[in-house]
């Protein structure tokens, strides 16, 4: 069983550029969530995806926006970097069945630098 | 809202030592709540998990207890390991309108000296 993965590693941006980040869910979940954690912090909740749309989002402004495709991997794009946004980008994966607890198995994360 | 406070770290202890990390929660309604670990330059690994109040979670010899009546959640371990060393996350998830979404504390890095 392969587990979530994401790419790439490491990045380096400069202010006002745009990024876009890679994830490939476990195999056999359908439910993609994206987390920022900025250094010495815990993960904050971005927003999450399932079958292909949004459900949920977190306190970040429009310019993170996401993407999950047929075969449920995911990205995260960001666009009009500001210096704040350098933090590790966790993803996500789990299969939700209605009403109860699931599961969410992490990637290994990203790490964005914006100078 | 939902929130989450660890006690600060760096906890530093000597090997074979008991381990307490405090976590206590603030949410409406009835959330399950998560002990997560992160080694250094990966990503989190769930450690223990309880659904409602007074179940016990429990792994590799980690264990906390949900106790509604402190809206607590500490993380034990009767003899940590060098090995033992990384950060540790405590986080609750309730539903919101139709998802879930984990809401974790700070944070508490252990360190644990041979």
């Known amino acids: 069983e392969t587990g979530v993965t994401q790419s790439p590693t490491h990045l380096i941006k400069t202010r006002g550029q745009q990024v876009t980040l890679r994830c490939s869910s476990q195999s056999g979940h359908n439910t993609v969530s994206w987390y920022q954690q900025a250094l010495g912090q815990g993960p904050q909740f971005i927003f999450q995806y399932y079958r292909e749309e949004e459900n949920g989002r977190g306190n970040f402004p429009p310019r993170f926006s996401g993407l999950q495709f047929p075969n449920y991997s995911s990205e995260l794009n960001v666009n009009a970097l500001e210096l704040d946004d350098s933090a590790l980008y966790l993803c996500?994966?789990?299969?939700?069945?209605?009403?109860?607890?699931?599961?969410?198995?992490f990637g290994p994360g990203t790490r964005l630098t914006v100078l | 809202g939902n929130s989450v406070t660890q006690m600060e770290g760096p906890v530093t202890l000597s090997e074979e030592a008991f381990l307490t990390i405090n976590c206590t929660y603030t949410a409406t309604g009835y959330p399950s709540l998560f002990w997560y670990v992160q080694y250094p330059g990966e990503g989190l690994q769930l450690l223990l998990k309880?659904?409602?109040?007074?179940d016990k979670g429990s792994n590799k010899g980690f264990e906390a207890t949900y106790r509604k009546e402190t809206t607590s959640f500490h993380l034990e371990k009767g003899s940590v390991q060098v090995s033992d060393s990384a950060v540790y996350f405590c986080?609750?998830?309730?539903?919101?309108?139709?998802?879930?979404?984990?809401?974790f504390g700070t944070g508490t890095r252990l360190l644990v000296s041979p």
């Open positions: 996500a994966s789990s299969s939700p069945t209605s009403g109860s607890l699931y599961e969410q198995f």
């Open positions: 986080a609750l998830s309730g539903m919101n309108t139709g998802f879930q979404k984990l809401v």
């Open positions: 309880a659904t409602k109040a007074d």
